[in-house]
């Protein structure tokens, strides 16, 4: 009797925590403001569209302090609240299937870009661990946080969890090419172990633990146009995982692989274990 209430009370948890999946389609148009580049608006217009399926789907967190409504555009109105974060939803996109179309318009002067994407989604039963990363530039103390970087600048990261885990570290460029920062080039098992409550410093020999110091990547950005965007996505799970299968680049640059390899590395992932968190910062580079 015992193992059979043992086993009920296991079943009855699981479906406690079971997390649906679902394949949606959506469509955004963004008026973009003045200082936002094309690219900058095409990111912006397909995370609204994702946001935007999770939340008919699954439904969100209201929030009467950060909600605001979209004015109307046209003589149309729409009732989806623009200011709902990825936090505020109750799912998570987890693929993009296929490409992304983009129709780029202007209305006034005004930067339209509608967008069409089509991706699986998963509903939210858990909270996400709650860690704590910090992009940094030319210094690394949190202090020197920052989003825009000039050429020639430092690159560093801090990261802290409140759990032990495994951590990946990803940078995406203007032209969708992939580098994996972390785990090292000489880090042949292709993990990094992180330890809870520790505050860590990467890409700096200086003040990488001594046992560290001869595979640490020291990276100093470039920018070869005048304006360049990438992102940067940290990758943090409690359960083991190993980095994407990528190639050797020419020396002085990461090990790389194409975004598509990455986003289907990523979604398999995410498929099989519902604690990883990827967290995506926007990075400018100015020549």
Not at 105 to 129: C, P, W
Not at 254 to 279: G, I, S
Request: aromatic share 12%; charged share 25%; proline share 3%.
């Amino acid at each position: 009797m015992r193992n059979i209430l043992t086993i009920f009370l296991l079943l009855f948890s699981c479906s406690l925590f079971a997390q649906k999946e679902k394949t949606v389609e959506a469509e955004f148009t963004y008026y973009a403001p003045e200082n936002e580049s094309p690219s900058q608006a095409k990111q912006a217009a397909l995370k609204h569209a994702q946001i935007k399926a999770i939340a008919s789907e699954f439904g969100t967190i209201v929030s009467q302090s950060n909600i605001t409504r979209m004015e109307n555009k046209g003589g149309e109105s729409t009732d989806y609240f623009l200011s709902i974060g990825s936090a505020d939803v109750k799912g998570e996109w987890i693929e993009t299937i296929g490409k992304p179309v983009y129709n780029i318009t202007y209305d006034d002067g005004i930067l339209v870009v509608n967008v069409k994407v089509k991706g699986r989604i998963r509903e939210i039963v858990r909270s996400a661990i709650d860690f704590q990363a910090h992009i940094l530039r030319n210094g690394t103390d949190d202090k020197f946080e920052d989003d825009t970087f000039g050429d020639g600048d430092d690159l560093y990261l801090s990261f802290v969890s409140p759990t032990k885990g495994f951590l990946a570290v990803y940078l995406v460029d203007e032209n969708s090419e992939v580098y994996c920062l972390l785990p090292y080039r000489d880090q042949e098992d292709g993990i990094y172990p992180i330890r809870a409550n520790k505050r860590y410093v990467f890409f700096n020999r200086d003040i990488a633990p001594q046992q560290e110091r001869q595979i640490v990547d020291e990276y100093e950005m470039r920018c070869d146009e005048g304006i360049e965007h990438n992102q940067i996505y940290v990758i943090f799970s409690p359960n083991e995982f190993a980095k994407a299968a990528d190639a050797t680049t020419s020396e002085g640059l990461p090990r790389h692989l194409t975004y598509q390899d990455f986003n289907r590395w990523l979604a398999k992932c995410r498929k099989h274990d519902v604690e990883m968190t990827p967290r995506m910062f926007n990075l400018t580079l100015k020549r």
